[in-house]
């Protein structure tokens, strides 16, 4: 799920369900838990944490549960989350301005039925019993319960999902808290169910208990759950503790130990602020190295050949410079025109002129 760039993962919790009579529920329940950052309507964080939503799985589609009861939740004494908008154990969207992401994927409810595409509805006609704790607890309290309210109102009628293995099930609600901690495994309770009016009603008794089909954000074959990165299918490649996706160095396990900016693994003096390159490989860095900013990538030709030298070295053999830091591979040397002894005036040919330079240069030697 994503919205306002807000990123949404998922993955999927089963719990173990012993049958006590003869019902059409599977024996499991499953937990779609997101990681949900949710903004108000001027861009401020609102919630950033853990939703976990709760479905009852059955295999028959005639299946209308009507109440859960004697839950105990294993984290009896918890604070769950509770949207400014609608702070309620009872679905509560008002719409309009009340409506807010948090309210809509975020906010902890209870429901027989009504998942309305994640979307917390209005008051769907689901009511508290008593050892809930009324509408405005922290969490549910021991042996705490709820149910359908409005048996005109047959809410808890078994849909398509696919947060179930049979794909058919009854979502009976969502727990949320800030921050990533939530687990729920070995919670306990009761559902009652039945047909529909006019057929015998059901009891199971259910505890949750592990998990069997997670999601592979990464794909790296690890479920997220028991994925130490979740997000970083190479697993915190240099072993610093730091997941790739959110490590600035995910190849340097000292994390640029320098502090000059430039990760280690490509850092040519890891432990120098002030040097990171090594360009003319002299061991002094480029910041340091006077003959690398003076003068290294100066392209000598010699007749027909190149190298990259000084310019003592370039004059040193009759070379001639061509641009600054450029490297020989873009050049073509050019041997210059042979020449010989009666060319006086090195143009390649023998002439008037060069007789010329003879004839003034006639008398004694100096």
């Given at each position: 799920?994503?919205f306002?760039n807000k990123i ?8 173990t369900i ?7 529920f599977?024996?499991s329940?499953?937990?779609d838990v997101?990681?949900?950052k949710a ?8 919630f ?5 939503d ?10 209308v549960l009507?109440n859960?009861h004697?839950f105990n939740?294993?984290?009896?004494g918890l604070?769950?989350?509770q ?10 969207n008002l719409g309009?301005i009340?409506?807010t992401q948090?309210l809509l994927?975020a906010d ?5 039925g ?6 917390q509805?209005?008051?769907?006609g689901i009511?508290?019993?008593p050892?809930?704790?009324g509408?405005?607890a922290?969490?549910?309290q021991?042996?705490a319960g709820?149910?359908?309210?409005n048996?005109s109102?047959?809410s808890g009628l ?5 947060h179930?293995t ?8 969502r727990?949320?808290i800030?921050?990533s901690?939530l ?13 529909g009016?006019?057929t015998?009603?059901y009891?199971?008794?259910f ?8 999601n ?18 190479e ?8 997941c790739g996706?959110?490590?600035?160095c995910?190849?340097?396990s000292?994390n640029d130990?320098d ?7 490509v850092d040519a ?9 090594d360009?003319?490989?002299?061991g ?5 190295d006077?003959?690398?900013?003076n003068?290294t990538?100066?392209?000598?030709c010699v007749?027909?050949s190149?190298?990259v030298g ?6 040193a053999?009759g070379g001639?410079w061509?641009i600054?830091?450029?490297s020989c591979?873009d050049y073509?040397?050019?041997a210059?025109p042979?020449t ?9 040919e ?17």
């Amino acid at each position: 799920m994503n919205f306002n760039n807000k990123i949404v993962s998922a993955f999927c919790i089963t719990a173990t369900i012993a049958v006590t009579t003869n019902a059409e529920f599977t024996g499991s329940v499953f937990m779609d838990v997101k990681t949900i950052k949710a903004v108000d309507d001027f861009g401020a964080e609102d919630f950033n944490g853990t939703v976990v939503d709760l479905w009852a799985e059955s295999d028959d589609s005639d299946d209308v549960l009507l109440n859960v009861h004697d839950f105990n939740d294993i984290n009896l004494g918890l604070t769950y989350y509770q949207c400014s908008t609608s702070v309620s154990w009872l679905p509560g969207n008002l719409g309009g301005i009340f409506e807010t992401q948090a309210l809509l994927y975020a906010d902890s409810y209870v429901s027989i039925g009504g998942y309305n595409g994640g979307l917390q509805p209005n008051n769907n006609g689901i009511g508290l019993d008593p050892s809930f704790g009324g509408s405005e607890a922290a969490g549910p309290q021991a042996n705490a319960g709820w149910y359908n309210g409005n048996p005109s109102n047959i809410s808890g009628l078994v849909e398509l999902t696919e947060h179930t293995t049979t794909g058919l099930g009854v979502f009976i609600g969502r727990f949320s808290i800030q921050g990533s901690d939530l687990d729920m495994a070995g919670g306990t309770g009761v559902l009652t169910y039945n047909q529909g009016s006019g057929t015998p009603g059901y009891q199971i008794d259910f505890t949750i208990d592990g998990c069997i089909a997670c999601n592979d954000s990464d794909g790296d074959g690890y479920p997220d759950n028991q994925d130490e990165c979740p997000y970083d299918s190479e697993n915190d490649a240099d072993g610093d503790g730091i997941c790739g996706d959110v490590d600035t160095c995910p190849y340097d396990s000292e994390n640029d130990a320098d502090g000059d900016g430039i990760c280690g693994d490509v850092d040519a003096f890891p432990y120098n602020p002030n040097e990171w390159a090594d360009s003319d490989e002299d061991g002094i860095g480029d910041n340091q190295d006077n003959y690398f900013e003076n003068y290294t990538h100066f392209a000598c030709c010699v007749t027909s050949s190149c190298f990259v030298g000084t310019d003592v070295q370039c004059t040193a053999v009759g070379g001639t410079w061509i641009i600054e830091n450029e490297s020989c591979d873009d050049y073509d040397c050019v041997a210059p025109p042979e020449t010989c002894d009666a060319d006086l005036d090195g143009d390649g040919e023998v002439k008037v002129a060069d007789l010329l330079l003879l004839i003034g240069a006639w008398g004694v030697c100096p």
